[in-house]
């Protein structure tokens, strides 16, 4: 099977309650529980009204301006499904508009993630389906193909590999690494109840500031 040309199977993702789970968690919380190393580039923003998104990578790269293979990953989807799109960043061209994307909502994915542009955007916030992309354009695509369905793909220097989790808000996406979930997962929700916890100390007026001045001294900052 020629490289740059195949279409293959999944064959693992994780699981619902994983998914689940990570879905109530913010993704900047996600993100420091990931040593804040990794991520799809802050050029990849919302292209929806509102809302977070969770759910299985469905990968796809396909050359700058081209939604061949775009469109097999939507006939190949199934519910619960992101899929994830390496276009080269490039914006010439819109890889989707809202008749691909109204499919997408008939098939189930849970969301978009596409490294390149969309057109129709006032439908893109209509229908309010998580999307991540990199611009926006009128200029259609072409459908010549090659490219690569569930194929290991990078966004930016960010791996992401078929089956793996794949979370957005409105702070960005994020990929969590199906062999790192349950581990990423348990740190995440730690994180998150301490959070909780000082939000209600700063609340009461308890918040422990004392860090600070003992991080400054720690530098060698002259405090007068």
């Avoid at 969309?118 to 389906?129: P, S």
């Amino acid at each position: 099977m020629p490289i740059g040309n195949r279409v293959l199977k999944r064959q693992r993702q994780v699981n619902a309650s994983t998914v689940e789970a990570f879905a109530a968690l913010p993704v900047a919380v996600v993100s420091d529980s990931m040593s804040r190393v990794f991520a799809g580039g802050s050029d990849l923003r919302p292209m929806h009204r509102e809302g977070s998104m969770a759910g299985v990578a469905l990968t796809v790269r396909t050359r700058p301006g081209d939604n061949l293979m775009l469109h097999q990953a939507i006939d190949m989807a199934q519910p619960g499904d992101v899929i994830v799109c390496d276009a080269g960043g490039d914006t010439t061209n819109a890889l989707m508009g809202e008749l691909m994307l109204a499919y997408a909502v008939k098939k189930g994915v849970v969301g978009f993630v596409l490294n390149g542009a969309i057109r129709d955007l006032d439908g893109f916030r209509e229908t309010n389906l998580p999307t991540f992309a990199a611009g926006v354009t009128h200029r259609g695509p072409y459908k010549n193909g090659p490219g690569e369905i569930n194929t290991p793909i990078s966004l930016n220097g960010m791996v992401i590999e078929p089956g793996d989790l794949i979370i957005g808000d409105s702070d960005g996406m994020l990929c969590v690494p199906y062999d790192d979930a349950e581990t990423v997962l348990e740190a995440a929700q730690a994180k998150q109840a301490a959070e909780e916890k000082q939000m209600a100390a700063i609340h009461a007026g308890e918040n422990d500031r004392s860090w600070v001045s003992a991080a400054l001294k720690a530098t060698g900052c002259e405090m007068n």
